[in-house]
């Protein structure tokens, strides 16, 4: 297949990349507008695969997206491209509402005229596959609900609440249109090639600094995390052969207090990096309880089981085989790490096109 990915240099769509391009025969063009959140550093392994091509291009430039989109002749568009960090939408909603609401709309708006111009067995072949968030559910409450695909939205923050304007545009493009769509919604992803404001490399990064290692409230917040390399599979198995109009809810299986995500990050660390810095008996003793964020949502969970069921899809990495990976990862790629925090990244990357 040629496949179209908006938003490939980020976390989930570079993870996304790297396994199509080592583990199928399809086609990839990788089309990012290269915000603070894209590094193309993170493609390094596969910049130069005969099968991969990089476009840098804003979403919402709908001409130029509907030119790319005639030129490239895609046979499915994986829609990753997002604003995501949750504290950045409290300060500033207005990039939120750009990108998750109004890029969507100009993104599905140039699907749909491609589309439209193509023969009846491509039209129906083809694949418009949005990822989305579990935070469109908004928070559970009793201690064994789950959220499932026909939990009634809630979202709390700026960003959710983008992302689920999102989810309901793209749906309506579907009911209205009739353009073949595909949702799914996942919990909290880590893994390799996290941006470093997320919270596992940032207390990664922090703890081996010596700086403090903030944690919000209590800590008691409550998330499914799932490995980004498993969340890539699944995004693989949805595109291929999920059913059209349907959405998928993809979990890790693996629940975590946010304080007890930090302790094990330190406990990782104490027996691979166990020189601290100076002053520094335990890395424990980093943690830091700071004031904690407007509207924060105690607890996500998914029900992942209609995935595992219709698909065959579950996770392969347990939340302890996936951190230490991760722990291990960050430790062996302080160099990537580096150039994000200091911002060469962003300057080695001026001037990149396609």
């Known amino acids: 297949m040629r ?39 993170s493609l390094a392994s596969v910049a130069n695969h005969p099968r991969y091509r990089f476009a840098q291009l804003d979403i919402i430039d709908q001409p130029q997206v509907r030119a790319l989109l005639d030129e490239f002749q895609p046979e499915a568009i994986m829609h990753l491209a997002a604003e995501s960090h949750v504290d950045r939408s409290i300060d500033g909603p207005s990039a939120f509402i750009q990108t998750n609401i109004v890029g969507t709309y100009a993104l599905l708006e140039a699907t749909r005229g491609y589309w439209q111009g193509l023969n009846e067995a491509a039209k129906q072949a083809f694949r418009f596959h949005h990822i989305s ?50 949702i799914t919604n996942c919990s909290n992803n880590y893994g390799p090639f996290h941006f470093p404001e997320k919270l596992i490399p940032l207390v990664i990064l922090n703890a081996l600094d010596g700086k403090p290692l903030p ?83 105690l607890r996500y969970a998914i029900d992942a089981s209609k995935i595992e069921r219709e698909l065959g899809w579950v996770p392969a990495e347990t939340f302890a085989t996936g951190l230490r990976k991760t722990v291990q990862w960050y430790l062996n790629n302080l160099d990537w790490c580096r150039h994000v925090q200091d911002g060469s990244y962003q300057r080695e990357r001026l001037g990149a096109t396609e």
């Open 3 to 41: 496949i179209l990915i908006t938003g490939g240099a980020g976390f989930i769509g570079s993870a996304l990349i790297r396994h199509l391009l080592q583990n199928t025969e399809h086609q990839v063009l990788n089309l990012d507008k290269l915000t603070y959140a894209g590094n193309l550093e």
């Open 133 to 182: 968030t579990d935070e469109v559910y908004g928070d559970l409450h009793g201690a064994d609900d789950l959220f499932t695909e026909t939990t009634p939205y809630a979202p709390s923050s700026p960003y959710s609440a983008s992302k689920a304007a999102s989810d309901h545009l793209v749906r309506a493009w579907q009911r209205t249109y009739n353009l073949p769509v595909l």
């Open 215 to 297: 944690v919000y409230g209590n800590g008691a917040q409550i998330r499914d995390w799932l490995f980004v390399e498993d969340h890539a599979r699944a995004l693989l198995k949805v595109v291929t052969e999920g059913k059209v109009g349907e959405t998928y809810n993809i979990g890790g299986h693996n629940e975590q207090q946010n304080i007890d995500v930090v302790r094990s990050i330190c406990a990782l660390l104490e027996e691979l990096a166990p020189n601290k810095p100076a002053g520094v008996e335990r890395y424990e003793q980093l943690i830091t309880f700071v004031k904690d964020r407007p509207g924060h949502d």
